[in-house]
T-cell receptor, first 114, second 114 residues
Framework: SAVISQKPSRDICQRGTSLTIQCQVD?????MFWYRQQPGQSLTLIAT?????????ESGFVIDKFPISRPNLTFSTLTVSNMSPEDSSIYLC???????????FGPGTRLTVT | EDKVVQSPLSLVVHEGDTVTLNCSYE??????LLWYKQEKKAPTFLFML????IEKKSGRLSSILDKKELFSILNITATQTGDSAVYLC??????????????FGKGTHLIIQP
């Protein structure tokens, strides 16, 4: 499976600021996704990061709050904008490589908003 | 609305016991069911099941899917303290654009006591 890294691994931010999370894969992948895991909850899909075009967002998530870029087949960023304490979560990127549809996750970014 | 339900939500057993974790689903355009183990931040991939009745096995872990009754089970035999984790079930669906992101259940928090 692909090796996935995320930066930063954790951060503490003040409300009203923005944070950009990077996801890097060691090989070209077909699909990339961003998920959120709020404290004590399961994972929720935020969006599909589409290479060369706008991301596809799930219900309840909007581009102005969570802008996503995917400039190539190995890299994507998620920005959490105008943060509030409710944005405190673990943010995870995941990838599908090839046609098997097995989905693998990066190590996650733990975000705390004060 | 797509739904993935796991049971039990928590389980405490003694080392050496065998456990069975359950996952039922109601989704449109089912493609695959995946099991993950989550200990800290990143879910670790265990199995992906697409065909009914075919058991997947890895060491002491095994899983099977019943597409008629819309459920899957994850079995862990001869449990060890290192098996303590949250086990997540997720379902992938077909979409017009290819692979969708996953819909997750709430997870089963498994604790193995020495």
């Amino acid at each position: 499976s692909a090796v996935i890294s995320q930066k930063p691994s954790r951060d503490i931010c003040q409300r009203g600021t923005s944070l950009t999370i990077q996801c890097q894969v060691d090989s070209q992948v077909t699909m990339m996704f961003w998920y959120r895991q709020q404290p004590g909850q399961s994972l929720t899909l935020i969006a599909t990061a589409n290479q060369g075009s706008e991301a596809t967002y799930e219900s309840g998530f909007v581009i102005d709050k969570f802008p996503i870029s995917r400039p190539n087949l190995t890299f994507s960023t998620l920005t959490v904008s105008n943060m509030s304490p409710e944005d405190s979560s673990i943010y995870l990127c995941s990838v599908i490589s090839g046609g098997a549809y097995e989905q693998y996750f990066g190590p996650g970014t733990r975000l705390t908003v004060t | 609305e797509d739904k993935v339900v796991q049971s039990p939500l928590s389980l405490v057993v003694h080392e050496g016991d065998t456990v069975t974790l359950n996952c039922s689903y109601e989704v449109t355009n089912f493609r695959s069911l995946l099991w993950y183990k989550q200990e800290k931040k990143a879910p670790t991939f265990l199995f992906m099941l697409t065909s009914s009745g075919i058991e997947k096995k890895s060491g002491r872990l095994s899983s099977i899917l019943d597409k008629k009754e819309l459920f899957s089970i994850l079995n862990i035999t001869a449990t060890q303290t290192g098996d303590s984790a949250v086990y997540l079930c997720a379902v992938g669906m077909y979409s017009g654009g290819g692979a969708d992101g996953l819909t997750f259940g709430k997870g089963t928090h498994l604790i193995i006591q020495p």
